[in-house]
């Protein structure tokens, strides 16, 4: 389809990734707010407390969370421009522990607010505080969380192939996360 | 921690009031003081994603069915009132706070594929596509879902962080005020 939204992200992905990327390509074809969204909440993402390389540590941990192969591809290369080392990708993306403090914590606040859907009681608050995470810091991380689930569930539905640029950096990880063994449903509700 | 310039808080609140008509959400204001460029990408995508293919009485209906799934006080009840103006009926606002399913087919179809997206972590097989495609739900819903799912997250969880209370214009509302005894009111 074509739209002003689909057109949209035509040009901004373009011009911020130098192509647009597989999986807005697939979704472009039946809706342009994914992709406008995505390239809108990156670019106003990149003003905030988060530095570029704290940014590719909270989505790699993500990528890894939702088992989503294409997001650890693309989130490896942009950390790796980011100056992240390949041997903290990749304990990123093993579910290893890093050195370095502040980057565990950033994990830690990745991980917990995804396993308690964002109830994080005071003291949780208190200790990502001390450690260099604070509020600013973790309402951006929710931002991610949000861009990233709905970036893995579209994934997962699409499976779109890893771009091709991203292909060598693809080969380079020693352990890229993808689809589990087996996938329950955890019902809550109705339906 | 970063301290925020006055420059980009009061760039964000102009922009709210502006995508609000006048008005600035707590959530917003929530947001602004921590992080100017969180209260922008929220306002941002909000207005981008209602530019999307899902109606507003639809799209109402799935931000609800989430917001009633991570149990966000602001959001459920805001959305009620955003509903409320799209044109969902008290009933079918009610359904869904309760954990069950609006009778209008379509609205109930759409809740289904929200609730099963969640449940599942994003992972359908080709019998949930081919089921939800069979009820009218294809890719262009389920694409448009998946984002309003993301957007909701990350409202939803700063909400339960900041504990924001909810705006006024929504808990003087009549309407809101009579799905009180469902929707619950909050004694702040």
Redesign the interface.
Known sequence: MSS??TRDVEQTATEAYGAVPNLFKE?N??????G??YV??DA??????LRPVDQQVVLLTLARY?NSRYDSVIHARMALDAGLPPATIDRLLAGETVADDRRQALVEATLK?CEE????DPET?RDF?ARGV???????I??F??????????S???DPEVDGPLKDVEASLEEVPD??ET????????? | ??T?STD?VEEVRDMAKEFYGGFVPNQIKV?NE?????A???I??MD??E???LPDHERETVILTIS???DCHYCTRTHAFLGRQAGLDQEAIQAIHR???PEDDRL?NL??AT???????????EDD?SNLQWEGI???E???I??L??????S???N??AQTEVDELVTENPDIQEMWPVLGKMDW
Do not use: C
């Not at chain 2, 449940?119 to 097989?125: A, H």
């Open positions: 002003a939204l979704t074809q039946y809706t342009g707010a994914p406008a969204v809108a909440a106003a993402l990149m003003d905030g407390n939702h607010s859907r964002g109830w994080l608050l505080e604070g509020r600013g810091e973790l309402y951006e929710f931002a969380i949000g861009l990233k689930t709905f970036t893995g569930f579209t997962h539905i699409a689809e589990p996938i329950e449903r955890q019902r809550l509700f109705m339906g | 921690m970063p925020q980009a947001l921590h992080s100017p460029a969180a922008r990408t929220y941002a995508t981008l994603v530019q999307g293919e009633r799934y991570n954990g069950g399913l109930r809740v289904k609730r099963l997206l969640l449940d599942k972590r994003g992972w359908l097989d596509l294809g890719k262009t389920l694409y448009e998946n984002t799912i993301g957007l909701k997250i990350f939803n969880y700063v339960h962080v």
